[in-house]
């Protein structure tokens, strides 16, 4: 049988006065259900981290955000994505959030946080539970299983570095398809932080992530080619560097050199053991 706090409970929120409150009440609601052993004080940085997140989501962009909560076996995690596609960025020793009194609650009191691009925007999310000094695994290593509404059970491999578990029970069957062909095996690696801008979309500089990516794995895509791991890239399309002096090119090319070299010895030998794992274990 599953365990239902390793399959992950997601909810939409409006943007509404009352849906946040609504929200953090269910968040916690759903975590003290689990009976996993957090004491009060965690729990109370658990209420107040969701409310920090979904409020600023709904704030910012004036619509309704997404949020999935977890648990990794270690840590509770929140993860809340939104339609903008504006990540949280440090500013002078702080944490800017869009325009908001920021992210520094969740920087100071969360084990671990962080961003990532998204298809609809992007997602933020944190993570409360023990430090041991290494992030606790995403998801639940070896095998996934959706079991319809009739009974049938539809399994697969879910490797050790994908950050989510597509395990579901209950789903229509006219809905296996669908949830067959969302299945996304993914792990994000983030890209250097550098000034950027675009003059026909904004105007002055920017700091933003460059050559981003994630290692990914659709074993139902129409493309044969997809159904392995792969990287992919985010390269900022549009935008650019302006107005480099000699030491600023210097700057920018030690951080791209120093970024070539985590692409070529960390992120290839893991696309390549990604590979062979996923070959080693068939759908």
Known sequence: MTDRRTSPYGFRVEAESEAVPEARRKILALVRGWDVTLP????????????ELITNAVRHTDSSCAVVVRWTGVRVRVEVTDVSPARPQRCHGALEAEGGRGLVLVESLATAWGSAPD????????????SDGTPPPWSTPGKWTITTDSGS?????????AEDDPTEAHVPLDQLPE??????HRNFFEGPMLPLTAPDVWEGVEEDAVFEGSID???YDPDPGLRVPVVNL?????????GLDPQRVAEVAAKLRTHADFLDEKVR???????????????
Do not use: M
């Open 40 to 51: 009060d004080d965690t729990l109370g940085d658990l209420e107040l981290l969701s409310t």
């Open 119 to 130: 298809p609809a925007g992007k997602t933020v999310w944190f993570e409360l539970g023990p």
């Open 153 to 161: 059970a539809t399994s697969g491999y879910l490797p050790a570095w």
């Open 179 to 184: 949830r067959l062909a969302g299945i996304n």
């Open 217 to 219: 794995c659709n074993p």
């Open 234 to 242: 985010q390269v900022c399309v549009g935008r650019w560097i302006l």
């Open 269 to 283: 030998p893991a696309l390549i053991a990604a590979r062979e794992d996923w070959a080693a274990h068939p759908a």
